[in-house]
């Protein structure tokens, strides 16, 4: 048997773009291409974890293995913990289901980071970017990473703050956090089992509340990928995406 599990957490009522996870992207559902991407990396079994009928029926169309979960999940986090508190697997990624374009290989990654770093209670991806436009923009977070690629902090705004622009620090690199995660299980059901804290309220990153109560999040590099749903736009900028990367056939 496998030691992973893939989660993926599939919301219907989403506030910005309710039904997000299963409008149609390039001839099939969202949560489709997140869920062939899953198999694509080939960890181990694959759940959606979702509060929605229509989510159910959309998936066991393509034949997904699907569970309910009580509508009361604060987030997706929540959400796989309640789908996977009994399973065997010690190590638990949590994939979100309005990411199309997340890359097998970057599952892969997170779950061998797992594997190979005991002390890494919680593995995540970052990208490298240079872009001031992302880099003041609050829905892009920002990760500051220690020379072992241990986060130290994560927010939405601009850190680590230029004091004396100069030469050196020009084309300094910033690290845009990416909402994947990887979990060992006794971690997963510590964090969810801990308060919401002061800096998760603050920056609405649920990240922080494992930071700040000593947990060791690690992070792997990963290439840009296409959009993640959030509202109607990004749906239409993902097909966009989609013609560009595949031709318009």
């Known amino acids: 048997m496998s030691d992973v599990v893939i989660a993926i957490p599939a919301r219907f009522g989403s ?16 949560i489709r291409h997140v869920y062939e991407a899953c198999v694509e990396a080939n960890l181990g079994r694959i759940v959606v974890a979702t509060e929605s009928p229509r989510v159910v029926t959309t998936c066991m169309q393509f034949g997904a293995n699907v569970i309910m979960t009580p509508e009361s999940c604060q ?47 919680i593995a995540t991806a970052v990208m490298a970017t240079t872009d001031d436009a992302k880099i003041d923009n609050p829905n892009c977070v920002k990760a500051v990473l220690g020379t072992d690629m241990k986060a ?45 804290s002061s800096l998760e309220k603050m920056e609405k990153l649920e990240q922080l509340r494992a930071l700040e109560n000593g947990m060791t999040i690690k992070c792997v590099q990963i290439e840009p990928a296409g959009p993640a749903i959030d509202t109607e736009e990004d749906l239409h900028r993902a097909e966009a995406y989609y013609k560009e990367l595949h031709g318009s056939h």
């Open 152 to 196: 130290l902090y994560f927010s939405r705004s601009r850190i680590p703050f230029r004091r004396d622009p100069s030469e050196d620090n020009k084309n300094f690199v910033y690290w845009h956090h990416c909402g994947i995660y990887g979990y060992r299980k006794e971690a997963l059901k510590r964090f969810v089992s801990l308060p919401q």
């Open 75 to 121: 987030s997706g986090t929540d959400r796989i913990y309640q789908a996977t508190e009994n399973c065997d697997e010690k190590f638990i990624i949590n994939v979100q289901g309005d990411e199309p374009f997340i890359q097998p290989s970057t599952i892969v990654k997170i779950a061998q980071l797992l594997r190979s770093d005991p002390s890494c209670d």
């Open 15 to 30: 506030s910005r773009f309710p039904g997000k996870v299963t409008a149609w992207l390039a001839g099939k559902p969202v």
